[in-house]
């Protein structure tokens, strides 16, 4: 696979990495499956998919215990290993329909550092990440308790999911900012206006998730219905059956412009997601090995100018991210 580093200082990985959240997160979590998962996880370092990204709130805790157990026996030296801290598990309402609340203190990101670091099996991360700007803690202090955390060796680099161009900036001014983590696909594309080019100006990593519009954009999901009664996706407002329908005409449109390159619509979908930037990774998530070269041969489709403007003049989706 083609590599590029994370920004202008990080380390060299894959153009395309692993998002591990759904091995035992949020996607049909009752339907589980650690072996196959952690067999994955070492298929894709095997195919040069070597940015493994996972967080402690996933399970919580059991998605960082699934990946460390599967980076043992001499894998974790062939990963940048990247995970996050800054959520916790609460109450889903009708307002937070995550049940994800936000803890940004200093306190417990000290603490939550050494903890995930046991749970992975290993002495440091490549990759520490606040995955999310708590409005009630400055992210300076915030960001400041990340930034010990590489001082004592425990991370070596730091960074941010879903901020504003104003909070990297404000981390930037106590450490440096080595990538950005924001949702990214054909269907949201908020971050074209503002913090993806900042990040492209300041040689700051971009980290996509749900590239692959939390599966959708790949075509096989067609109604409400299939989806697990467990499954996170049910309380989306995309996912609900008017705008899923609605939606289904995006993923055509995808589907032809795939049957135009012999290329799959992942792989249309994630090599418009590479399309973006100089140091753009998007991480995909899959616990399936056929879905895992699918997404990997994605690194090798490179689309011409008007296959790009055709996507790029994709209408919006329906409903809203949350």
């Known amino acids: 696979m083609r590599t590029t580093t994370l920004g202008t200082t990080g380390p060299e990985v894959g153009v395309i990495g692993l998002g591990c959240m759904g091995m035992t997160h949020a996607y049909d979590p009752d339907g589980r499956d650690d072996a196959t998962s952690a067999e994955v996880i070492r298929q894709a370092i095997d195919l040069g998919v070597t940015l493994i990204d996972t967080a402690d709130v996933y399970g919580p805790y059991t998605n960082e215990e699934l990946v460390g157990r599967a980076l043992a026996g001499g894998h974790r030296e062939r990963v940048v290993l990247a995970t996050k801290v800054g959520l916790e598990t609460g109450e889903i309402t009708p307002e937070n329909t995550s049940g994800l609340v936000r803890n940004g ?5 000290r603490r939550s550092i050494d903890a995930s670091l046991r749970r992975l099996g290993t002495d440091h991360v490549d990759l520490y990440q606040l995955h999310r700007v708590d409005p009630d803690v400055p992210v300076e202090e915030s960001w400041g308790a990340l930034a010990e955390a590489v001082r004592a060796g425990k991370a070596r680099h730091i960074g941010l999911s879903e901020p504003t161009v104003e909070e990297i900036r404000r981390a930037q001014a106590v450490h440096p900012v080595a ?11 908020d971050v074209l206006d503002g913090v993806l080019p900042y990040c492209e100006e300041q040689g700051i990593a971009f980290l996509p998730f749900s590239p692959l519009g939390r599966g959708f954009l790949t075509g096989s999901i067609t109604s409400f219905e299939e989806l697990a009664e467990d ?10 059956q008017e705008a899923l329908k609605a939606n ?13 390159y012999g290329a799959s619509p992942a792989q249309v979908a994630l090599a418009w997601v590479l399309a973006q930037g100089r140091f753009v990774v998007p991480i995909p998530g899959t616990k399936t090995p056929k879905y895992l070269v699918d997404n990997a041969g994605a690194a090798d489709l490179v689309l011409p100018p008007e296959a790009l ?7 919006a989706a329906a409903g809203t991210r949350y």
């Open 105 to 109: 203190r200093p306190e417990h990101i």
């Open 179 to 189: 990538s950005v983590q924001s949702e990214l696909s054909l269907w949201t594309r």
């Open 231 to 240: 499954d996170f996706r049910r309380r989306l407002p995309r996912f609900q």
């Open 248 to 260: 289904l005409d995006l993923v055509a449109k995808v589907r032809a412009i795939a049957g135009q």
């Open 309 to 315: 403007a055709e996507l790029d003049a994709l209408p």
